[in-house]
């Protein structure tokens, strides 16, 4: 009776366990869309990333993952590379790769495809008036890609006819915009720059913060950030990608995740938006289209 | 030293030790717990100083000024009670390179935050490892140590704690220690106090009792329930304590009875003098009578008769009712005619022996003295001197009144008492060599004493001299 028992239990489970195989063999293997995040954003305060997960793979049906690196450069490359199928680029990474990279949507905030480049200084300092009152003060940056946490107020010290690597007293990097804010309003750092978007989001997210700080000097507005494509991110989901972040305001759903990142809608990408944004003073004439063998 | 009863300097000696006691445990506990906390403080701080030190050794090498702030910054806000005032890192040159308050401490500035600290800080030799460094004018503590990357100097981690920071413990410390020992004081001493009482108790009983030992009506001490296996030196005390007591208290009661068969004795020997006193009368009267019954109708004879038959009762009613004085001994003061009387009651014994008694009393009317013990005591003083006397010997009783004092004397003639029979003259049952118990001499000093009198034997001259002195209660004068 024992044995007949075992001998039972043994078919039962080996009939299982081979049907379910043969379930999982005959599924189509989607390869999940893999999504390049970068400190342009405030990942680390915000549950939207989960919730938009869930969104794009209930209408895309595949999975989807987020992909955080500490670097820009990090992330450019990976999406360069098709370890990443899609990005949320800064700017002037876009411009760098511009001509490898697909865009598919620049999010509008306040209204407009732009943000801008901040100058701000610690609240109790009144005497700074602009960039020209920080000689032999400690800066802070974002990191060396940054377009509004790096590039932006180094060139701006060029136009103003100083060398940027000996202006300052001191610089380094703090790998964040909300740190560079961070860094200023616990005065480690006299100044720094930092992206307008992110100022703006925790001047009323955490106004204590915000408030030990004080915005000195805005620069002019430049393309938003936008979430482009790699070289190899296959042309037929492109499209069904574009449309779905281009329609996301469209819906309840989309539009309760825009606005906790509080973005007004993803709109068409315009190469003209970023046409401004200094790139490395190069020999050859096109600035729309360097090539990377220019760094 | 205040005179304080057992009953308090008992339980307040064991309230001392045990308050004492408490403190000096606290005082320990306390002292210990300080050392314990220093060298805790002081390991921890090290320590951390080390691992924030490998901490930033990368940063520094990578230039990451805002990793090692961040770094420095958790460190000064951590949690627990060693936590750094200040912690900041030198390059090379001996600027700041980073520092958890860079308001204090701005970076690539001289770190002039030290204030006074500074120099004596930073004259240091940087070729120790890690140290600790104490400055005694100030209230910090400095941990400070070389950063390096293989051989080469990089920089200095300097970390600065307030030497106060540990205060905050110690009273906390010293709080529940002292509560503690509160508490454990505020059972032990009333429970000292209590025991202490329970000590002093049986000890005063005892002692109220010795006092009134002898007493009528003094104290009995209880026997304990049960008699105990192993008596302490206290239950032993207290048995001695009754049996002397008992044996006290039958020693006073043979004392008066004593005294009473002495007075019954001492009347025994008066009645055969009055018994004399009496016959001598009797003899005449009866002779009297008989002539008056042969010349009976000669009314001469009858009147002659009479009045010697009236004289002779007479001086025996007399002698009679000094003998019922006695007798009755009522309780009664002393005049000078109780002296007279005594004289009257000895005298056939004097005259039997050829004696002379020469009497010289200059007593007041009262005196404040009572008659019964004193008639006996100059009674017995008397018959002493008559029985000692050579036959035909003098005799002299003399007694007045002096400074508020009766002052009475009997001497006699005759041999004198030996020096060693002198000694034990007043002791009961001494030899006596006319045949008494041997009692009177005790029994008259016993009653003198009572009444606050003294009794002395002397040998003056050729003469044997008692004297009595006794204080009298009535001065004032009648």
């Known amino acids: ?295 | 030293m205040l005179p304080l009863s057992f009953r308090f300097r008992v339980p307040l000696f064991l309230s001392l030790v045990a308050l004492t006691t408490g403190i000096c445990i606290a005082v320990i506990v306390l002292w210990h717990d300080h050392r314990a906390t220093r060298e805790e403080s002081a390991h921890d701080s090290a320590q951390i100083t080390q691992l924030l030190a490998r901490a930033v050794t990368a940063d520094l090498a990578t230039e990451d000024v805002w990793n090692a702030f961040q770094t420095l910054r958790s460190v000064v806000n951590g949690v627990g009670w060693v936590k750094p005032e200040f912690a900041l890192v030198l390059n090379e040159s001996g600027q700041v390179w980073v520092s958890s308050d860079p308001v204090r401490f701005p970076l690539l500035t001289p770190p002039d935050g030290l204030g006074e600290d500074r120099r004596a800080l930073l004259s240091r030799d940087w070729s120790l490892e890690g140290e600790t460094v104490s400055l005694s004018r100030s209230p910090m503590d400095y941990y400070l140590t070389r950063i390096h990357m293989g051989d080469v100097h990089r920089g200095v981690l300097l970390l600065g704690f307030d030497s106060r920071r540990l205060y905050p413990r110690y009273y906390r410390s010293a709080a529940r220690v002292l509560a503690v020992t509160g508490v454990i004081l505020l059972v032990c001493l009333p429970l000292g106090w209590r025991w202490g009482g329970h000590l002093a108790e049986p000890l005063i009983e005892l002692e109220n009792c010795v006092t009134q030992l002898g007493e009528p009506g003094a104290c009995v001490l209880k026997d304990p329930p049960r008699p105990k296996r192993h008596p302490s030196e206290l239950s032993r005390l207290r048995q001695r304590v009754r049996l002397v007591a008992a044996e006290l208290h039958e020693k006073r009661s043979l004392e008066r009875q004593m005294i009473r068969s002495e007075r019954q004795a001492a009347l025994g020997r008066l009645a055969a003098g009055v018994a004399h006193e009496i016959n001598n009368p009797l003899g005449g009267m009866l002779t009297a009578i008989a002539t008056f019954r042969h010349h009976g109708h000669d009314p001469a004879v009858a009147e002659k008769t009479i009045s010697l038959l009236e004289r002779g009762l007479q001086q025996i009613r007399h002698t009679v009712s000094v003998l019922l004085v006695e007798v009755r001994a009522e309780p009664r003061a002393l005049t000078p005619l109780d002296l007279e009387d005594v004289v009257e009651l000895v005298g056939p014994s004097v005259r039997s022996r050829q004696l002379h008694l020469a009497a010289n009393l200059q007593l007041p009317e009262r005196m404040g003295l009572p008659a019964g013990p004193l008639r006996q005591v100059l009674l017995n003083l008397l018959l002493n001197a008559i029985y000692a006397s050579p036959p035909g010997g003098a005799l002299e009783l003399g007694a007045f009144m002096k400074d508020g004092r009766l002052d009475m004397w009997v001497a006699n003639e005759g041999e004198s008492i030996s020096d060693a029979v002198m000694e034990r003259l007043f002791e009961p049952f001494t030899e006596s060599r006319w045949g008494g118990a041997g009692l009177g001499l005790w029994i008259s000093d016993q009653t003198l004493r009572q009444l606050q009198g003294s009794l002395r034997a002397a040998r003056e001259g050729e003469r044997t001299v008692f004297r009595i002195s006794v204080p009298c209660a009535d001065l004032s004068p009648s």
């Not at chain 1, 949320?88 to 407009?112: D, M």
């Open chain 1, 1 to 295: 009776m024992k044995v007949i028992r075992t001998l039972l239990l043994t078919i039962i489970l080996g009939a299982m366990v081979g049907l379910f195989a043969v379930a999982r063999a005959q599924e189509p293997a989607v390869a999940p869309l893999s999504f390049g995040i970068t400190p342009v954003f405030l990942v680390d305060q915000n549950p939207f990333l989960a919730h938009w997960k869930d969104y794009l793979e209930s209408r895309l049906h595949r999975p989807v993952r987020f992909v955080r690196r500490k670097s820009y450069a990090e992330i450019s490359d990976m999406l360069l590379n098709g370890q990443l199928d899609v990005a949320w680029l800064c700017s002037y990474s876009f411009a760098v790769y511009s001509n490898r990279l697909v865009p598919l949507a620049t999010p509008l905030f306040r209204g407009e495809p732009y943000y801008r480049s901040y100058l701000i200084v610690s609240a109790e300092d009144s005497a700074v008036r602009g960039y020209l009152d920080l000689a032999e003060k400690v800066f802070a940056y974002v990191e060396p890609r940054s377009n509004t946490g790096f590039i932006v107020p180094r060139e701006t010290l060029r136009r103003l006819g100083r060398d940027p690597d000996h202006f300052f007293r001191t610089t380094f990097f703090t790998w964040s915009h909300a740190d560079v804010i961070a860094a200023v309003a616990d005065r480690v750092a006299d100044a720094g720059a930092v992206d307008s978007y992110i100022w703006e989001i925790l001047a009323r997210r955490q106004p204590a913060m915000a408030a030990k700080t004080r915005v000195v000097e805005k620069s002019e507005a430049y393309g938003f950030p936008p979430i482009v494509a790699g070289p190899q991110f296959p042309a037929a989901d492109l499209g069904r990608l574009r449309a779905l972040l281009m329609n996301m305001h469209e819906d309840e759903e989309g539009r309760r995740l825009l606005a906790m990142v509080e973005l007004d809608r993803l709109g068409p990408v315009d190469r003209a938006w970023y046409q401004n944004i200094p790139l490395p003073v190069m020999p050859v004439v096109q600035r729309t289209a360097p090539s990377p063998d220019d760094f």
